[in-house]
């Protein structure tokens, strides 16, 4: 039951990729109407469709309902409005230009931001995965004058300038563009670095 669910889920999150994908092969397998992406139709061979000519603004509309259906789902997992907001405006471009003014130029826009849309979502998404990542809190400490090693607990919101080393007791301090020790000499890079939120000493 479970997996049935994560792979509908991910059926849902490329919708946006779907339907953008879609609309511009739609558009392609109508020449007359939109010459700008002859030369795509013609290289895969979409001239076969020219008997459904007729109903290519029908898909057209159609996929481009996909990908804003699909761009609502990536809005609910990575919360970022951006994308949202271009493939809805995207969207309106397309519509308007079918029922109110048709313009061919408005088409090509809301096709194009579709397609910058969806790319927006698959960085948001990433970036989301990024923030979302469990914080480690265990670094060990390697020591560059005699390579003694201890693993330390690191603080959440608090540097450490200066660390002992134990064994040859040399003060260690953070290297030129690092912001503390464990960002300089530990294996796990500290808190604030880990979930993205810059140098602690910022």
Do not use: M, Q, W
């Given at each position: 039951m479970h997996l049935n669910t994560v792979k509908s889920s991910r059926a849902l999150l490329v919708l946006d990729k779907f339907g953008a994908v879609g609309a511009l092969l739609a558009a392609a397998a109508a020449p007359c109407c939109f010459p700008l992406l002859a030369a795509i139709g013609a290289a895969i061979g979409l001239g076969a469709l020219e008997s459904w000519r007729g109903y290519m603004d029908y898909a057209i509309q159609g996929f481009v309902g996909i990908s804003v259906l699909g761009g609502v789902f990536a809005f609910r997992q990575h919360r970022q409005v951006w994308p949202l907001g271009i493939a809805l405006a995207s969207a309106a471009a397309v519509f308007f230009a079918f029922y109110v003014n048709y313009q061919v130029a408005l088409v090509y826009?809301?096709?194009?931001?579709?397609?910058?849309?969806?790319?927006?979502?698959?960085?948001?998404?990433?970036?989301?995965g990024g923030r979302s990542r469990p914080v480690v809190l265990r670094s060990t400490i390697t020591c560059p004058k005699c390579g003694h090693q201890k693993q330390e607990t690191m603080p959440i919101?608090?540097?450490?300038?200066?660390?002992?080393?134990?064994?040859?007791?040399?003060?260690?301090?953070?290297k030129v563009g690092d912001c503390c020790v464990f960002c300089s000499y530990g294996s796990v890079k500290c808190p604030p670095i880990q979930s993205g939120q810059g140098c602690c000493a910022a």
């Open positions: 826009a809301g096709l194009t931001g579709l397609a910058v849309a969806a790319v927006g979502n698959i960085i948001a998404k990433r970036r989301a919101d608090a540097c450490l300038y200066f660390y002992e080393c134990e064994s040859c007791h040399a003060t260690l301090r953070p």
